[in-house]
């Protein structure tokens, strides 16, 4: 797992990483700089704030924003209908990781079962004869005492 147990470095640019301004960002999106305010107003895209409280968009959002321009224009979703959409992706992939995480921990957990089991297996006697039941054997056995024994 990347990250674990060490800093990631600051400068280190990921997906996710608030790198361009908003002229940039609109260029990159082929959309005009007012569409992402409106956007941004609407809660299509989000970007993050600098201490001025100016947007700073990641490639992320910049994927984002040509996902919204394609489902508006190519589709013809109105923007109600694509922030729902957007919502409910992120609803499945909030899910999907949740599902993968009780999933590994249902592997570990019967990994730690089956485990446990062989060591019970382990214990077992091994001077014991098995027990057979006289039932599943189709046999009849009657026990009678011995009267000899009997004083």
């Not at 997906?15 to 007012?34: K, N, T």
């Not at 895209?45 to 321009?69: C, F, H, K, M, N």
Request: no cysteine; net charge positive.
């Amino acid at each position: 797992m990347e990250g674990v147990g060490r800093r990631r470095n600051p400068y280190e640019l990921t997906d996710e990483s608030p790198v361009y301004v908003i002229s940039v960002a609109a260029q990159l999106s082929g959309l005009h700089p007012q569409t992402l305010r409106q956007y941004d107003r609407l809660g299509l895209v989000s970007p993050d704030r600098t201490a001025g409280r100016g947007r700073r968009y990641s490639a992320r959002d910049i994927e984002l924003l040509r996902q919204v321009q394609q489902l508006s224009q190519d589709e013809g979703i109105n923007l109600a209908g694509i922030k729902r959409i957007i919502e409910l992706e992120n609803q499945v992939a909030a899910l999907s990781a949740r599902v993968a995480e009780l999933q590994a921990v249902a592997d570990g957990a019967a990994a730690a079962m089956q485990q446990r089991e062989a060591q019970v297996h382990a214990s077992y006697r091994r001077d014991l004869v098995p027990y057979q039941d006289v039932q599943q054997a189709g046999a009849l056995v009657v026990w009678r005492p011995r009267r000899d024994r009997e004083r």
